[in-house]
């Protein structure tokens, strides 16, 4: 791999097995136990290759099940391919489903020190930075009440705010721009704009044409787990927008 490319995709497929029963009942489970077990093959990446350059913000559009969420799922580790080959140059902090990691049992204090030693941070790190992560976070007063009687959009808070100060050289961003009310919003995208600025390599997963025209160097769409296009943000925008107006 050329030391100015951060991530380079090599013909990367995933596949996932559906099952074909549907057990909903204490009768179908044990009916079920003794029965041969079918499943439906279903086909997320096909083929897939791209490369972003170290610095580049990347953007992933795609409509719904087009496979962008089990991309950047690959890319952060949490998924193995079934074939190719992934090589990335530099750490990754992943914003996927903002706030899954959590352990509800545990109390917004506990998980922020959970999520940021899972993102590489040591105890001493996490202690300096901690005030920063809850000031950002707005959590507050109930950042000793358990994860559980949080709602998502102060979940959501805790999570960007924890991944934002673990300062690696990639950041995978999923939908992060629709965390909390508009002024949180605003904070986030104040975020990113310095992310940029530092010469960050994003990779920017998002539903919206114009956020990946005006922010991303360059840009893939991907439609049934195949890239369709890749390339300037514009001439792959117009390939998007032809497919969902099919």
Do not use: W
């Not at 799922?73 to 949490?78: E, N």
């Not at 939908?175 to 949180?184: L, P, Q, T, Y």
């Not at 114009?210 to 890239?227: H, Q, T, Y």
């Amino acid at each position: 791999m050329k030391r100015d490319i951060a991530i380079e995709v090599k013909n990367v497929s995933k596949k996932f097995k559906i099952p074909h029963e549907k057990i909903d009942t204490m009768r179908s489970i044990f009916v079920n136990i003794f029965s041969k077990k079918t499943y439906e093959e279903f086909k997320a990446l096909d083929d897939v290759s791209f490369k972003v350059k170290k610095g580049e913000t990347f953007g992933i559009i795609g409509r719904n099940g087009s496979g962008k969420s089990t991309l950047l799922k690959i890319l952060s580790g949490v998924y193995r391919v079934d074939e190719g080959e992934v090589n990335i140059d530099g750490k990754i902090s992943p914003f996927l489903e903002l706030g899954i990691g959590f352990n509800p049992e545990l109390s917004g204090r506990d998980n922020i020190f959970l999520n940021a030693t899972i993102l590489g941070l040591n105890q001493k790190e996490i202690k300096e930075k901690f005030d920063h992560i809850l000031e950002f976070s707005e959590i507050g007063r109930f950042i000793d009440q358990k994860v559980k009687n949080y709602s998502s959009g102060m979940k959501g808070r805790l999570a960007f705010s924890v991944a934002i100060h673990a300062d690696r050289e990639i950041l995978l961003m999923d939908e992060v721009m629709a965390v909390g009310d508009m002024r949180f919003k605003d904070k986030c995208l104040d975020v990113f704009e310095n992310f940029k600025k530092q010469g960050k390599t994003i990779v920017l997963v998002n539903h919206s044409p114009e956020v990946i025209r005006v922010n991303c160097d360059n840009a893939m769409v991907l439609d049934g787990g195949k890239v369709m296009a890749v390339g300037d943000p514009d001439e792959v925008m117009k390939e998007y927008e032809r497919i969902v107006n099919v």
